[in-house]
């Protein structure tokens, strides 16, 4: 008996041995793996904390050069005068070096603004762990807009505009907007109708089905006309300080590889350039406008048209074939008439009187009777036309006229001039379509049409903003800021 026992108490010591081992070899494979993953959660722990010191480390060097540019505004090379890359240390608040980033910085072509930086961003920790970021920056030009206006504004029916839309005055939109409309002012007095316009009209509103109600009455959205909403009482643009810059235009001609061209003289009326796809431009002295048909007055009254003329190419004079300037800037101190069109090509062209006159009739104008158009779309091409006076469009125009550019009136409007009455000629009184790809820059009211029966001027005014424009504006287009702002931003992996 006392056999059988001492053999059944070795068995039982033999199974829990095994099951001792069996528990061991369990616990100690999951404190293995416990072990396995703690030790993996900290080395991908460490490694993620590493890639962001390595992202804000990039991110630093993007901050760190807006900051240089704010002081130095030209200065591409880091205050050094040599090429890059420009590397600094990051370091923490007991001096020790923790990241660092590396610079490289494209310069901006001849009459832009944009700059490109490149900044890679490393850990100490890890230093072949490297982040990248690319950002383009920019001081805004008045080309950020598709339309950017001074005075109380008005968009009929049979607008259409792609692109934001600003005034510092208010706005009555009654076509079809597809980016976000805003106006300097929370209400106005709408000039055109008091019934749905009149005294307390908020700064953006509607005249289109039903009427949009005065302030203080809420707003409804109106996504059918404003397709991306719109805004009251936003940060003003100052025309005014395009003075400065339309002079600065003015010596570039003269002293920075420009073109520049005096008054036509006595016996002309202004200028004819016509710009070619082979990076030229025949250059005409106008001898006279096509005489207003009627008595003097009879064919246009509008104030936008003080000195009463066609604007329309009677006789002119050759004066030659020349290049377009290394710098791009063409400044013409008298009326300017332009057409054709270019190629891979990029100018502003101005027309202006200085020292600026204090008669305003005096002003110089620029006029688009027949199409402008580029050859590319991709931001190859761009053209600036900056006027003292107005951009306008003249009697004997195009029934379907195209214009490709930036279009900026200093002291008058953009748009086309009133041509009306019963000696005005019926068949330039109405016009079918006006298509401009680009944007638009009035001090004055703007417009391509009039209110009638049939419409006087365009029926159809299409206006697609040139999207372009907002990174590489025409060369040296007048500027509404003077700081560097972020255009765009990436991590790139190369």
Same mark, same amino acid.
């Given at each position: 008996?006392?056999?059988?026992?001492?053999?059944?108490?070795?068995?039982?010591?033999?199974?829990? *041995?095994?099951?001792?081992?069996?528990?061991?070899?369990?616990?100690?494979?999951?404190?293995?793996?416990?072990?396995?993953?703690?030790?993996?959660?900290?080395?991908?722990?460490?490694?993620?904390?590493?890639?962001?010191?390595?992202?804000? =480390?990039?991110?630093?060097?993007?901050?760190?050069?807006?900051?240089?540019?704010?002081?130095?505004?030209?200065?591409?090379?880091?205050?050094?005068?040599?090429?890059?890359?420009?590397?600094?240390?990051?370091?923490?608040?007991?001096?020790?070096?923790?990241?660092?980033?590396?610079?490289?910085?494209?310069? !901006?072509?001849?009459?832009?603004?944009?700059? %490109?930086? %490149?900044?890679?961003?490393?850990?100490?920790? =890890?230093?072949?762990?490297?982040?990248?970021?690319?950002?383009?920056?920019?001081? !805004?030009?008045?080309?950020?807009?598709?339309?950017?206006?001074?005075?109380?504004?008005?968009?009929?029916?049979?607008?259409?505009?792609?692109?934001?839309?600003?005034?510092?005055?208010?706005?009555?939109?009654?076509?079809?907007?597809?980016?976000?409309?805003?106006?300097?002012?929370?209400?106005?007095?709408?000039?055109?109708?008091?019934?749905?316009?009149?005294?307390?009209?908020?700064?953006?509103?509607?005249?289109?089905?039903?009427?949009?109600?005065?302030?203080?009455?809420?707003? !409804?959205?109106?996504?059918?006309?404003?397709?991306?909403? &719109?805004?009251?009482?936003?940060?003003?643009?100052?025309?005014?300080?395009?003075?400065?810059?339309?002079?600065?235009?003015?010596?570039?001609?003269?002293?920075?590889?420009?073109?520049?061209?005096?008054?036509?003289?006595?016996?002309?009326?202004?200028?004819?350039?016509?710009?070619?796809?082979?990076?030229?431009?025949?250059?005409?002295?106008?001898?006279?406008?096509?005489?207003?048909?009627?008595?003097?007055?009879?064919?246009?009254?509008?104030?936008?048209?003080?000195?009463?003329?066609?604007?329309?190419?009677?006789?002119?004079?050759?004066?030659?074939?020349?290049?377009?300037?290394?710098?791009?800037?063409?400044?013409?101190?008298?009326?300017?008439?332009?057409?054709?069109? *270019?190629?891979?090509?990029?100018?502003?062209?101005?027309?202006?009187?200085?020292?600026?006159?204090?008669?305003?009739?005096?002003?110089?104008?620029?006029?688009?009777?027949?199409?402008?158009?580029?050859?590319?779309?991709?931001?190859?091409?761009?053209?600036?036309?900056?006027?003292?006076?107005?951009?306008?469009?003249?009697?004997?125009?195009?029934?379907?006229?195209? *214009?490709?550019?930036?279009?900026?009136?200093?002291?008058?409007?953009?748009?086309?001039?009133?041509?009306?009455?019963?000696?005005?000629?019926?068949?330039? %009184? =109405? &016009?079918?379509?006006?298509?401009?790809?680009?944007? *638009?820059?009035?001090?004055?009211?703007?417009?391509?049409?009039?209110?009638?029966?049939?419409?006087?001027?365009?029926?159809?005014?299409?206006?697609?903003?040139?999207?372009?424009?907002?990174?590489?504006?025409?060369?040296?287009?007048?500027?509404?800021?003077?700081?560097?702002?972020?255009? =765009?931003?990436?991590?790139?992996?190369?």
């Amino acid at each position: 008996m006392i056999e059988k026992k001492i053999k059944k108490n070795k068995k039982n010591r033999g199974a829990i *041995i095994i099951q001792t081992i069996v528990f061991s070899a369990v616990a100690v494979i999951i404190i293995t793996a416990l072990a396995g993953y703690a030790a993996t959660s900290i080395r991908l722990g460490r490694e993620t904390y590493n890639r962001e010191q390595a992202f804000q =480390s990039a991110e630093a060097g993007v901050d760190y050069y807006r900051w240089h540019l704010a002081h130095a505004s030209t200065d591409y090379q880091d205050g050094t005068g040599g090429a890059g890359p420009y590397v600094h240390q990051l370091k923490d608040k007991d001096g020790n070096a923790v990241g660092q980033f590396s610079l490289v910085i494209t310069a !901006p072509s001849s009459g832009s603004t944009l700059v %490109k930086v %490149k900044s890679n961003g490393i850990s100490t920790a =890890s230093p072949t762990l490297v982040r990248k970021i690319v950002t383009q920056v920019a001081k !805004p030009s008045i080309a950020e807009h598709a339309f950017a206006g001074n005075d109380a504004m008005r968009f009929g029916i049979g607008t259409e505009i792609y692109g934001s839309i600003h005034s510092n005055g208010g706005i009555r939109f009654d076509g079809l907007a597809h980016n976000l409309v805003t106006s300097g002012v929370a209400t106005y007095t709408d000039p055109d109708d008091t019934t749905c316009g009149g005294a307390n009209s908020y700064g953006v509103h509607t005249c289109v089905g039903t009427y949009d109600p005065k302030s203080p009455a809420t707003l !409804p959205l109106r996504a059918d006309i404003f397709n991306a909403g &719109r805004k009251m009482s936003q940060p003003t643009i100052d025309f005014s300080g395009f003075t400065s810059d339309i002079a600065d235009l003015k010596t570039a001609a003269q002293t920075s590889g420009g073109f520049y061209r005096d008054a036509a003289g006595t016996g002309f009326v202004g200028y004819h350039m016509v710009l070619k796809t082979d990076d030229t431009f025949d250059l005409y002295k106008i001898n006279s406008w096509v005489p207003l048909p009627g008595s003097p007055n009879a064919c246009t009254t509008s104030a936008t048209n003080p000195l009463s003329l066609t604007w329309s190419i009677n006789t002119q004079t050759i004066q030659g074939n020349y290049s377009f300037p290394a710098n791009g800037i063409i400044f013409i101190q008298d009326h300017l008439v332009i057409d054709g069109q *270019i190629n891979s090509a990029r100018l502003t062209i101005a027309a202006a009187l200085l020292p600026e006159p204090s008669d305003t009739t005096l002003f110089k104008n620029i006029i688009i009777d027949n199409d402008l158009s580029y050859t590319n779309y991709d931001g190859t091409d761009s053209l600036g036309l900056v006027a003292q006076g107005g951009v306008q469009v003249g009697m004997i125009s195009d029934d379907n006229l195209k *214009i490709d550019g930036a279009l900026m009136a200093q002291h008058n409007s953009v748009g086309r001039f009133y041509y009306a009455g019963s000696s005005c000629s019926s068949t330039y %009184k =109405s &016009r079918s379509v006006i298509s401009l790809y680009g944007m *638009i820059a009035s001090y004055a009211r703007y417009g391509f049409a009039y209110t009638g029966s049939p419409t006087l001027g365009y029926t159809t005014r299409n206006i697609t903003y040139d999207a372009n424009l907002l990174y590489a504006p025409p060369p040296s287009f007048p500027l509404t800021s003077d700081q560097f702002q972020i255009l =765009s931003w990436q991590e790139v992996k190369n």
